[in-house]
């Protein structure tokens, strides 16, 4: 069965500091993967995605992801945190099935950013 | 343009009661999507929309819960009676019908349902 996993619960950085948070999927054929962004109060917002080609994706708000197959990992980085990046962080992969479509997300990486 | 927008943003009901949530997807989106995060879980898919039909609702929990999508363009999700575990957040999402952009889903800001 398809998962996603987000191995660390919450991270603390300071500002200024580089970030980088995990992810590890399981899928069974090349996937459709995602980092979604939730900041307080708000919806989720697609911060990139790879469905194919170049394997180091770029997004909004100065955020990259690569994606190591061999790994099975897709982890987001970014060179400096803002104390505005301060949210939750949702990894998650596309699954398609009898012509349908859904996304299977992480549990969430809380990210802290301190001054 | 118009995001995706969802009614109420805050529902608490007690245990035994009705509540429907709304979707307005954006414009002109034939897919739309339910999703629900449990407190401290992750985000589970719940249903897919192609305009007004149900393409996938493998991931409706149980009979207490019913979506519609009249005309192929706003939703509702109907929980009755709602139980103490359906308390949570409830997503909405929409993307396009083309191929290609299916998969760019984009997200309302939830509704967080409270049953007590």
């Known amino acids: 069965a398809q998962s996603v996993t987000q191995p660390d619960i919450h991270i603390t950085v300071s500002e200024g500091a580089s970030l980088e948070l995990r992810c590890n999927y399981s899928y069974g054929a090349t996937p459709y993967l995602f980092w979604y962004v939730q900041s307080p109060g708000q919806g989720l917002q697609l911060l990139l995605k790879?469905?194919?080609?170049?394997?180091l994706v770029q997004g909004i708000k100065g955020f990259e992801a690569e994606f190591k197959r061999s790994q099975s990992s897709f982890n987001l980085r970014k060179p400096s945190v803002h104390w505005s990046d301060a949210a939750e962080y949702f990894c998650?992969?596309?699954?398609?099935?009898?012509?349908?479509?859904?996304?299977?997300f992480g549990a969430g990486t809380r990210l802290f950013v301190k001054a | 343009e118009a995001g995706v927008t969802q009614f109420p943003s805050h529902s608490v009901i007690e245990k035994g009661q009705t509540v429907t949530l709304r979707c307005d997807p954006i414009s002109g989106h034939d897919n739309l999507y339910w999703y629900r995060r449990v407190m401290g879980k992750e985000i589970k898919f719940l249903l897919h929309f192609v305009k007004e039909s149900k393409q996938d609702e493998s991931g409706m929990p149980n009979n207490r819960f019913l979506a519609e999508r009249t005309g192929g363009t706003y939703s509702t999700l109907k929980v009755q009676p709602a139980e103490l575990e359906d308390s949570g957040v409830y997503f909405c999402?929409?993307?396009?019908?083309?191929?290609?952009?299916?998969?760019?889903?984009?997200f309302g800001p939830g509704t967080r349902l409270t049953v007590t």
């Open positions: 790879y469905f194919s080609g170049d394997t």
């Open positions: 999402a929409s993307s396009e019908g083309r191929a290609g952009k299916a998969y760019e889903q984009y």
């Open positions: 998650a992969v596309g699954s398609t099935n009898t012509g349908g479509f859904k996304t299977i």
